[in-house]
């Protein structure tokens, strides 16, 4: 079959730019569609094409597609949701092949995309079900795959849930990092390190946060790449400046973590390393950190999300600020950058935002990335919030916008968050600027 994967554009929208004329709040991020390479790499047998239209806007144009698909996949996150139901149904007019939408919105909110031009959606981790999906397609056999339900006149048909397993990982076959290579150079993380390649060790997380979409990508569990297959995805990836391990919690599971540290530095691995931890992994184990330092470690990026331990446990984040700080001064200490993410609660007052902004000036943090507190469809948060949400277009869903009601008047609001993102942005080295994951303005 030949098999087009596509990645949407840069997209969602601004209230503080459209209402009050405030242009400096982008968070614009461009890495490799590494969830749409994953499901290649287990396609074999298959004509695959990915359009990356990040990369390349005009990558679904006539003369640079090389066949005509017979099954098309569409993935994003939920500020592209609007987009991909856009690209879905211009595409199924335009080859009338079946059309499939899967990844984190698919995952947390799967009826939003039960519409008549979209055929399949595929509920969270997708490698192995994706290809039997395609399998079932191919040999015309009923396509009834857990973990997928198919959409009939645009209502959802039944659904039978995933029990994920490592099995869904399939470890044997690598991603297809060859489809983008010509974008190589466009995938920028500047923020960590410059062009940056991407490697997942892991998928899903050991904690539950309340804002977070991605338990629902694993139904919970946390799954874990044997490392063998994570060292051959790091020699596959070359001339980049960084690696980034873009799992959820790179660090789960201590004894694999230390592990692999030791096959980086058997295999002779060299390239500086950016990994999402939790802080209070940092704290319980300051050895495991100078190791993976030794290995190349030089990025750890960190939710410290709140700076008040009340409403951490709002956000059931399972941490307290003091951990926070400590693992700040240990990390820097062992000469590891930090990338730190906050939350912005939109009943901040002026002196919430005060606050926030003397924490980050003394944190020592080397890039600190405020986000506005965003109730994500399918989320806990999102259910405890359903009431307070004021905004339902998807197109403001960026983490840039406030979706619910501020305290503040709305303008004062978004000037006082746009005055924090400037501060924060004083905070890099002039090598670095600003990224943000899962985001898109």
């Not at 000036?361 to 989320?379: C, E, K």
Request: aromatic share 8%.
């Amino acid at each position: 079959m030949n098999i087009l994967l596509v990645n949407p554009p840069n997209c969602g929208r601004s209230i503080p730019e459209e209402n009050y004329g405030i242009s400096s709040i982008k968070m614009i991020f461009r890495g490799e569609p590494l969830s749409l390479e994953t499901l290649a790499g287990n396609l074999a047998g298959h004509a695959v094409v990915i359009a990356d239209l990040k990369a390349d806007p005009l990558a679904l144009s006539p003369e640079k597609l090389p066949f005509a698909p017979d099954l098309i996949g569409l993935t994003g996150v939920t500020c592209e949701a609007n987009t991909i139901l856009s690209l879905a149904e211009s595409l199924k007019s335009r080859f009338g092949c079946p059309v499939v939408v899967g990844g984190h919105h698919a995952s947390c909110d799967p009826d939003f995309f039960s519409r008549p031009f979209i055929d399949h959606v595929v509920v969270g981790l997708g490698k192995l079900s994706f290809r039997q999906l395609v399998d079932a397609i191919e040999t015309g056999r009923p396509p009834e795959v857990a973990g997928i339900f198919n959409v009939q006149a645009g209502t959802p048909g039944p659904f039978t849930a995933r029990s994920y397993s490592t099995a869904d990982l399939v470890d044997e076959q690598p991603p297809r990092y060859d489809l983008v290579q010509q974008h190589r150079e466009t995938y920028v993380m500047s923020g960590v390190g410059g062009k940056t390649g991407f490697v997942a060790s892991a998928f899903g997380c050991t904690h539950g946060c309340a804002f977070c979409c991605i338990p629902k990508m694993t139904d919970g569990h946390y799954l874990l790449h044997s490392n063998a297959a994570v060292v051959r995805d790091v020699q596959a990836i070359s001339d980049v400046a960084t690696i980034r391990l873009v799992d959820a919690n790179t660090f789960g599971n201590v004894k694999t973590a230390t592990d692999l540290t030791r096959r980086f530095m058997a295999a002779g691995i060299r390239t500086p390393l950016a990994a999402d931890v939790r802080s209070d992994t940092v704290v319980r184990h300051p050895d495991l950190f100078a190791l993976w330092h030794k290995a190349g470690l030089r990025v750890a990026v960190i939710g410290f999300e709140e700076i008040s331990d009340r409403r951490l446990e709002m956000l059931d984040k399972r941490n307290t600020v003091a951990t926070n700080i400590a693992a700040t001064r240990i990390l820097k200490d062992l000469g590891i950058r930090i990338v730190g993410d906050f939350i912005v609660s939109p009943d901040y007052t002026e002196a919430d935002f005060d606050r926030l902004s003397d924490f980050i000036d003394h944190s020592g943090i080397d890039l600190p990335i405020p986000a506005i507190l965003t109730p994500i469809p399918g989320t806990p948060l999102h259910r405890r919030m359903a009431a307070q949400i004021r905004i339902d277009n998807l197109d403001y869903y960026t983490f840039t916008n406030a979706v619910t009601a501020t305290r503040m008047s709305e303008e004062r609001f978004y000037r006082r968050y746009a005055a924090l993102l400037e501060g924060c942005l004083a905070h890099v080295h002039p090598a670095g600027a600003h990224g943000k994951k899962e985001t898109a303005t």
